[in-house]
């Protein structure tokens, strides 16, 4: 049973960071291609940063890049998403999905499709102006 948990989400002023962690169990890590998704008041589920836990490679959309940076501790298992320079468009639940395969991430892992087959119960981003 692979079970996601994302924490870290909380409420920060413009121009704050916070960190996200997103504990994997019940798979093996590095086979995974993981995720981070969002979806703020009124909006559909964007894509935020995608990595394929075996290489690290990773990839950004582009209303994030330079200021998200997505990692991951194997030794824990755990993904996380930092976040600097917050904005208010930035706020919203903060999801960590993971695809059971290997991936090259780009643009087409950003949207949250059926190739995740698992999702955590999300975390709040809050971020004030």
């Known amino acids: 049973q692979v079970q996601l948990v994302e924490s870290g989400g909380g409420s920060v002023q413009a121009g704050g960071s916070l960190r996200l962690s997103c504990a994997n169990s019940?798979?093996?890590?590095?086979?995974?291609?993981m995720g981070w998704f969002r979806q703020g008041p009124g909006k559909e589920r964007e894509g935020v940063a995608v990595?394929?836990?075996?290489?690290?490679?990773?990839y950004y959309a582009n209303s994030v890049k330079g200021r998200f940076t997505i990692s991951k501790d194997n030794a824990k298992s755990t993904l996380y998403l930092q976040m600097n320079t917050l904005k208010s468009e930035d706020t919203g639940m903060y999801y960590c999905?993971?695809?059971?395969?290997?991936?090259?991430?780009?643009?087409?892992?950003?949207?949250?499709?059926?190739?995740?087959?698992?999702w955590g119960q999300g975390t709040q981003v809050t971020v004030s102006s």
């Open positions: 999905a993971a695809a059971p395969t290997v991936c090259d991430p780009g643009p087409d892992w950003l949207r949250g499709g059926s190739e995740y087959k698992y």
């Open positions: 990595m394929w836990t075996g290489a690290g490679d990773t």
């Open positions: 019940g798979y093996t890590w590095r086979t995974y291609c």
